[in-house]
């Protein structure tokens, strides 16, 4: 009995080594790739920084990371107040039309986002908003706003909604009592939620694709214009250093708030 | 709802950053932006520093793929582009939708030496107006991996041939097909009589296409590991092939023929910087300009006389492309009714289709 | 945990403001950003031509009746839905054991950092790693010389511009969802029903097959969902992995937009599409509730 536990066990070691070893491939690839001075990706590698050295002096790739990054934090910042306002609507109060809400919620996650970035693409252009980063802003939000209400709601059913009544039975006021008792409480969950809408709209694609205009575009966007029109290993070197910087981020993060579960 | 400090501390930050990111999108230097395809001259490195030192503008870059795309990226960004990179088939369409203007180039101190054939193409120029001025021309054909080819092929049937199933490389791109096989079909490129031998010819590639590629430096890596045998591809684009990359490959022109082209380059409507514009096309006419690019990057043959008179005489745009025989077998790209060329594209969907395993 | 929040209090109407302010912004951001444009683009769908400028646009069916006169079309959805289904198949089988051994099997901080292994590929961009394939897949590629290496004199081994480089590049960008989404559902289900099923004598397939998968059903649907609607969609990894094999419908449409301007041939396929998801949804919804 003990044996075959042993072996069930180990079976699984081996199993998981190999998941993440599938996982990692590429990334790994990426990495060692970036060293490689071989304009045509030619093994075996020739090793050299020259790469990091063009990433430097790449202002096209520099500017659409940090309009990467300026789009994640406008986004995170505006999905998660709007995600947290609606997840307290939907916990605080039972209404008609509560039901149909919630279920609107589904559209961007259950449509294509093909669908939903030429839509806008075709929207925006008609009413004369145009492309840009405005544009992006604003789909980005649309795409978060699903996954902060989920995250939010999660961790609002952990709540116990009487104490925000016994604040307010003690003279607070709705916001102050939201602002002294709920939000405390939820703010593990807020934080889970930001951090999913900005890794949602940082690595997004299909809609910046469709959504940015010429020379303002977002870092996935220009990799994926490289790629098409003419690689420049730059990315290889851009991309190890987003890798590691967000590596850096995620374990920060971890040492203040479990992900592994609850308890 | 939310408190006021709050919220007014949220907006007054939103606000910000969405000003700085605007903000940032402005250049504040003389600057404008071309539209081209990758590598294809006008981002020559050194060509932009010699030009930014002599007039002090900035020259940013977008690509595209196709001759499609660059008309969509016209249609979907008003106002944005300066030059435009137009082949002569494309120009009176641009003109015609309102997306290009008329340029006078009484400015434009080397468009006398222009080749007259050339610089008045009445794709280019039709009546008075200019529209696009004449850049450089070339051939499509295809280059081999002078490798696996101890003698050179004559005949365009090469692509075709069963020798080379499954490493044959093509380009993904409808108006281009349709035309290789008018071309082994013996039909008119520009107005093909017979549909359904372009079908069957087409189809007749599905042993044969390795993958499609789609862009120049696609090419070199496919070429590079090794992929292909043969492949469509462009005249100047095989020169820069052979001599930026060191790779071993030779462009060859058939005897039925193959595809010309000329490019000519245009002002956008609306353009930010019309004058800046029209400096730059200028340079870009320049013999100063063209015989470095020619000789140490690789490039199409020039429109201006003058420059390709200064290539040396084995060069490739001089000893080829200067042979009026050769000349005369090619087919030169002109206008399509838009009907046609949306039954070209139909018929390339299918056909891609078809090609799938 | 499950009595604080069992009933939200109910509330009269007079909350109605705070109900609105509460949940007004988020909403009409969605109606703005999805619901609005969506509704253009149905419109979209039944005009002749783009309406911008000179061009001239009437209302039509000729988009529509595209898709059931040119066969090639449906072949094409087909064809993306089939990769979707695959996908999703391949990422269920390989990701649950995963999601099951992180749930039930590696406690601590093992759980942990294995956890926070397999959603790190989240964070490292999309595209760079779908090109990264391309040079583990090709010929004198990673992946040649690796085997090569193994099994001396194996030869050429080139899976480039294939549909499994396809599958296997949309796998391996999809697959964390599953092993999240499962992992939630898994770690919820208490060790004590499993335990109490084995010591009635329950051997460890049935276990697996009438407790496990019943209550992991929600979680392995969520998973299932956020993989498919996606890869029917895509046209990045097959036009980058796939070569002529990368002809699918997502990168029709995404043609009609970027380069041949028939926006409106383009609205039309992807209503189509959309109205193929929902029908599967609409047939496979009740099934998983029954199933739950």
């Not at chain 2, 990758?38 to 940013?60: C, M, P, R």
Request: hydrophobic letters at 50%.
């Amino acid at each position: 009995m003990i044996g075959r536990r042993n072996t069930l066990a180990r079976a699984g070691r081996v199993y998981m080594a190999a998941v993440l070893l599938f996982l990692y491939v590429p990334i790994i690839v990426m990495v060692v790739m970036s060293f490689n001075a071989s304009k045509l990706y030619r093994l075996p590698v020739d090793w050299s920084f020259t790469w990091y050295v063009a990433l430097a002096g790449n202002d096209k790739l520099i500017s659409a990371g940090l309009n990467s990054v300026w789009v994640a934090v406008v986004t995170t910042v505006i999905a998660t107040v709007l995600g947290t306002a609606a997840s307290l609507a939907f916990f605080r109060y039972d209404f008609r039309g509560k039901r149909l809400l919630q279920l609107l919620l589904f559209p961007p996650i259950a449509i294509p986002w093909l669908i939903i970035g030429t839509a806008m693409l075709v929207f925006f252009f008609w009413i004369g908003l145009g492309r840009g980063l405005h544009a992006m802003i604003l789909g980005h939000v649309a795409l978060a706003l699903p996954y902060v209400i989920v995250v939010v709601t999660a961790r609002l059913r952990s709540f116990d909604p009487h104490l925000e009544e016994a604040a307010r039975s003690l003279g607070a006021s709705p916001w102050q009592a939201t602002r002294r008792v709920t939000l405390p409480w939820i703010a593990p969950g807020m934080v889970a939620a930001a951090l999913f809408a900005f890794a949602v709209s940082f690595d997004q694609f299909v809609i910046s694709y469709f959504l940015s205009s010429p020379g303002v575009s977002t870092l996935p966007v220009e990799i994926y214009t490289s790629i098409r029109k003419g690689f420049t290993p730059e990315i290889n070197a851009a991309s190890t250093i987003v890798i590691l910087v967000s590596m850096a981020l995620l374990l920060g993060v971890a040492r203040f708030y479990r992900f592994g579960g609850e308890r | 709802m939310l408190h006021h400090k709050f919220l007014r501390r949220t907006l007054a930050s939103l606000a910000l950053a969405v000003g700085l990111a605007l903000g940032s999108a402005h250049s504040w230097a003389d600057e404008i932006l071309v539209l081209n395809w990758q590598g294809y001259g006008t981002d020559e490195a050194w060509a932009l520093e010699l030009f930014t030192a002599k007039t002090g503008i900035d020259v940013v870059h977008d690509y595209f793929n196709s001759e499609q795309e660059m008309l969509t990226k016209l249609r979907t960004n008003p106002g944005a582009y300066d030059v435009v990179l137009i082949n002569s088939a494309y120009t009176l369409q641009a003109a015609d939708e309102g997306l290009i203007q008329a340029i006078d180039t009484s400015g434009l101190k080397n468009v006398a030496d222009l080749s007259p054939g050339m610089r008045d193409n009445a794709n280019l120029a039709p009546g008075e107006t200019t529209y696009g001025v004449a850049w450089v021309w070339g051939v499509t054909s295809f280059a081999v991996d002078t490798n696996d080819f101890p003698e050179m092929p004559v005949s365009i049937e090469e692509l075709w041939d069963p020798k080379h199933a499954g490493r044959v490389g093509w380009r993904d791109d409808a108006i281009e097909a349709v035309m290789f096989a008018a071309i082994a079909t013996g039909q008119d490129i520009n107005n093909p009589a017979d549909f359904d031998v372009i079908r069957d010819k087409l189809r007749g590639l599905k042993p044969q296409i390795r993958t499609f590629w789609s862009s120049e430096d696609e090419w070199n890596q496919f070429m590079s590991a090794n992929e292909f045998d043969l492949a469509t591809y462009w005249s100047g684009s095989a020169s820069r092939s052979k001599m930026a990359f060191g790779l071993p490959v030779e462009f060859v022109i058939p005897k039925e023929g193959a595809i010309g082209w000329l490019d000519g380059l245009s002002v956008a409507t609306d353009a930010p910087n019309a004058d800046g514009a029209k400096a730059f096309i200028d340079w870009m006419i320049d013999p100063e300009f063209y015989v470095r690019w020619d000789t140490e990057v690789g490039a199409p043959a020039s429109a201006n006389a003058k420059a390709n008179a200064q290539l040396p005489e084995a060069a490739f745009n001089r000893a080829v492309l200067g042979d009026p025989e050769k000349v005369a077998t090619l087919q030169f790209m002109g206008p399509m009714d838009e009907e046609l060329r949306q039954k070209i594209l139909e018929l390339w969907q299918e056909t891609k289709t078809y090609l799938l395993e | 945990m499950q009595s604080a929040a069992a009933e939200a209090p109910r509330v009269p109407h007079g909350r109605l403001r705070a109900i609105a302010g509460l949940t007004g912004p988020a909403y009409f951001w969605l109606a703005l950003t999805i619901f609005l444009p969506l509704s253009a683009m149905f419109y979209f769908s039944f005009l002749s031509d783009v309406p911008f400028g000179k061009r001239v646009a009437v209302l039509t069916l000729e988009n529509y009746a595209a898709f059931f006169e040119k066969e090639f079309y449906r072949t094409l959805m087909l064809r993306s839905f089939r990769l979707g289904a695959e996908v999703t198949f391949y990422c269920f089988v390989f990701g649950f054991p995963c999601a099951y051994l992180l749930a039930k099997s590696i406690k601590g901080r093992w759980r942990e950092a294995l956890f926070l292994l397999v959603i790190l590929p989240f964070w490292s961009n999309a595209l760079v790693r779908i090109f990264s394939w391309t040079m583990v897949l090709r010929g004198n590629g990673v992946l040649e010389r690796l085997v090569n290496w193994l099994v001396p004199d194996y030869g050429p081994l080139n899976l480039m511009f294939t549909y499994p480089a396809i599958v296997v590049g949309l796998v391996h960008s999809y697959l964390p969802y599953m092993i999240l989404t499962c992992y939630i559902s898994l770690e919820a289900i208490d060790d004590s029903l499993i335990e109490a099923a084995r010591s009635l004598g329950a051997r460890r397939l049935a276990v697996l097959r009438r407790l496990i998968l019943p209550l992991a059903l929600p979680g392995i649907l969520a998973g299932a969902i956020l993989i498919f609607v996606p890869v029917i969609g895509s046209f990045m990894e097959p036009r980058i992995l796939g070569g002529r094999e990368g002809t699918f419908i997502g990168t029709i449409i995404e043609d009609q937009f970027t380069a041949v301007f028939n926006w409106p041939l383009g609205a039309a396929l992807s209503f189509l599409m959309l109205g193929f998801v929902l029908l599967i949804l609409l047939v496979v919804m009740p099934l998983a509730r029954r199933a739950t």
